[in-house]
């Protein structure tokens, strides 16, 4: 804490990932969605990751924060999704991913006191990530990461009214262009996802001091997900919609 409202951490941390059933099951999976079949791999090992952050953050005197953060991921036995007549799982021996986040939340209450029941939130982070190549070639020997994105962004507008019980939330992410299989040789390229844009909307309301219900819409604008593969002309691989998911709850605490 060097100052008043300001804080500093870091961390150092070893974990591992370890395969799910599914993952190493070998039993073929059809995928409705797009038509794609995937098995397991019984030889998947788990993954040994050390992990470093660093993250500064601080209090605004409207009450509003700002907060930075840095962090690098060194990834032993990575797991990655791979391309082929079947998609699998698969080991890659070694792996890297580094990056910054911003992030900010501020109350409304700055533009007109007509607004202190909302706040605004955004957050930002850039990822760079290697990977080793299975079979490195004299024009490559690494490349991205599979499953990681190169930024992820989100935005979100909140109405948290706690004298009449009303809560509402408006929620926007962007997951940048990342590899969604890697590729298994020249017969198998890799295959990227373009960019996806989502926005989820929640409401609730406290009916009691013990009970409030709650309203979810999630994927309002159902974006077409992209996969082509990484070719020079970026064929396309899949277009796929997840659709819009709506639920209801009533929760009650006592």
Known sequence: DPVEDWTIRAAITRTVARPSFKEIAPVPFFDPANGDIFIGNVDLVMSSIMNYDVRSEGKLDNGGSLGVGFFAKSIRDAIELSNGRIQKFRNTPKAE???????TQMPLDLIAE???????????????SRADLVAPSIFATSRRLQGQPDYIFNASLTYDNKESGWYAGLFLNVTGPMLALAGAGTEFPDVLQYPVTTLDLGISYQITQFAKLTFRATNITNPVVEWRYGTPDRSLFSATQKGIGFSISLAMDW
């Open 114 to 128: 007509e607004f202190r029941y909302f706040a605004f939130g955004l957050n930002y982070t850039y990822i760079f």
């Open 97 to 103: 991913v580094y990056g910054f986040e911003l992030e």
